[in-house]
């Protein structure tokens, strides 16, 4: 009768069985569950904190850049930087090596097979061979070898591959971010270009009034109807809106240079021509979308994927303190070979040839300086590093939106204000060179007249730039721009 202590074969698999899934427990307690920290900011945005925010159809990280951007030039610009741009391409290419590694790591979970074949033939002097003569030995051998494949007990090489997953994924969610921020930096050079194009019109139409007034106060002067200091503060008046012009013919140079590079190829010809036809005509105030649905802060955290990206590393940071735990248990790693061998090459797959080999090997660490519980430690505070590093991609999506909403209601305001003002100038420009023509004033007051409504068309351009580029912003802070069109159903 067999001893006892050998299982039968329905009690060896039962064992198995229970022997994995303990193992199975053990490997998946090594790493921490990650949990998403609590956001440090306010439940709602200062400009929400009297009234709830109202809930949108869709999010203004759904809104397409199409419906967004109005402009049909902006909307050719935007499509080309996506195909062309190079920062862009090469974050996507960032992507695609995060993927080769996380498969790299992901077949080490998986034993290495490859096929074996192999011959040796061996000569043994007469002198040292046993029998006193010279012996010439072959072995040949071909099949199929597992190649020091680790059985995961305490899932150290799941959580190296749950780690590559997951900077995968963050760079992934970085590429996305990437195609946010160039949406909204073309979109601002776009409006940065045609802004200082209305400045140079603006400028070259206020030197060309200031050398008409100039020219006629030195007829006057001839003629002893003016003096020399009104001949002077023409000339003043003249040269500062030259030395405007061509402040504003730089910056449109470099504007158009800047928006070149943003897009990733020269512009073709056709939008070059558009752009210079509408060289000097003030962009429209609804261009841009400016009802932009803000939500909570909350939803951030889905919407933003920057902060998705930081919660992808510390989802790695944690699967990283599952391997460091895991280091201080015993690793089993498994080698065999299976195959055919045989001293004749012809007979090498004949019957009774057939040959293997099994070798488990056991490692425990014993000593080692204290490596492993160092580099437990240093798992543990790149984890903190990285929670860290979420609450604050966190923060700086709360303080962009929160400064965005601040300045639509405000830019608003001031735009209205500057209009106004422009309007008051134009009717004090007016008046003044009408009382100057009379006689009932001097020259004096049309230059400080015409320099006031100057600066006003100035403040008012401005102005409208900042406001585009408040919105622009906006929707960018608020996670638009990944989407051509708008997606009713979110973010898939």
């Avoid at 050079?189 to 006629?216: G, I």
């Avoid at 599952?322 to 248990?329: C, M, P, S, V």
């Avoid at 609450?391 to 999506?397: K, L, P, S, T, Y």
């Amino acid at each position: 009768m067999k001893s006892s202590s050998l299982l039968r074969p329905g009690r060896r698999l039962a064992y198995g069985v229970a022997l994995s899934a303990v193992f199975a427990v053990a490997g998946c307690a090594m790493a921490p569950t990650t949990v998403r920290p609590v956001a440090p900011v306010a439940a709602a945005y200062p400009s929400q904190a009297d009234q709830a925010a109202a809930p949108a159809a869709v999010a203004a990280a759904d809104l397409g850049w199409r419906d967004v951007f109005r402009d049909p030039v902006l909307q050719q610009l935007i499509a080309t930087s996506l195909d062309a741009n190079r920062d862009l391409r090469v974050a996507a290419l960032n992507v695609e090596a995060a993927r080769a590694q996380y498969r790299i790591r992901r077949a080490d979970s998986l034993p290495r097979i490859d096929g074996v074949a192999a011959g040796v033939s061996q000569r043994t002097p007469a002198d040292l061979s046993p029998t006193g003569q010279s012996e010439v030995t072959r072995a040949y051998e071909a099949g199929g070898a597992v190649t020091a494949w680790e059985l995961d007990l305490w899932g150290r090489v799941r959580s190296l591959n749950d780690q590559a997953l997951a900077t995968w994924l963050a760079l992934d969610e970085t590429r996305t971010a990437a195609q946010l921020s160039l949406v909204s930096e073309v979109a601002t050079a776009y409006f940065t270009l045609r802004t200082d194009q209305a400045l140079l019109e603006l400028a070259r139409d206020t030197a060309e009034a200031q050398r008409r007034s100039h020219e006629l106060t030195q007829l006057l002067a001839e003629v002893g109807e003016a003096g020399e200091l009104d001949v002077r503060r023409t000339e003043i008046a003249l040269r500062s809106a030259e030395a405007d012009q061509a402040v504003y013919e730089r910056q449109a140079a470099q504007d158009l240079n800047a928006l070149t590079l943003l897009i990733g190829q020269p512009l073709d010809a056709d939008l070059a021509r558009t752009l210079q036809a509408w060289a000097g005509e003030p962009l429209p105030d609804d261009v841009v979308e400016a009802n932009l649905p803000a939500g909570l802060p909350s939803d951030l955290l889905d919407r933003r994927p920057d902060i998705r990206a930081a919660e992808q590393m510390l989802r790695g940071a944690d699967a990283n303190i599952g391997a460091a735990r895991a280091a201080f248990f015993p690793t089993i790693t498994l080698t065999g070979s299976a195959g055919s061998a045989s001293s004749d090459l012809d007979n090498l797959f004949s019957a009774g040839t057939r040959s293997w080999s099994f070798a488990p090997r056991l490692s425990l660490p014993i000593f080692n300086g204290g490596a492993l519980s160092a580099n437990l430690d240093l798992a543990k505070v790149r984890q903190r590093i990285e929670v860290a590093r979420y609450e604050r991609a966190v923060q700086a999506g709360f303080r962009e939106v929160a400064d965005g909403l601040a300045a639509r209601d405000a830019l608003e305001r001031q735009i209205l204000s500057e209009q106004q003002r422009v309007d008051a100038s134009r009717r004090a420009y007016d008046l003044a060179q009408r009382r100057h023509q009379e006689g009932e004033d001097s020259s004096l007051s049309v230059l400080d007249a015409q320099r006031t409504l100057y600066g006003s068309e100035q403040a008012l351009l401005r102005a409208r730039l900042a406001r585009l580029s408040n919105l622009t912003t906006l929707y960018k802070a608020l996670g638009g721009g990944w989407t051509e069109q708008t997606q009713t159903g979110g973010r898939t």
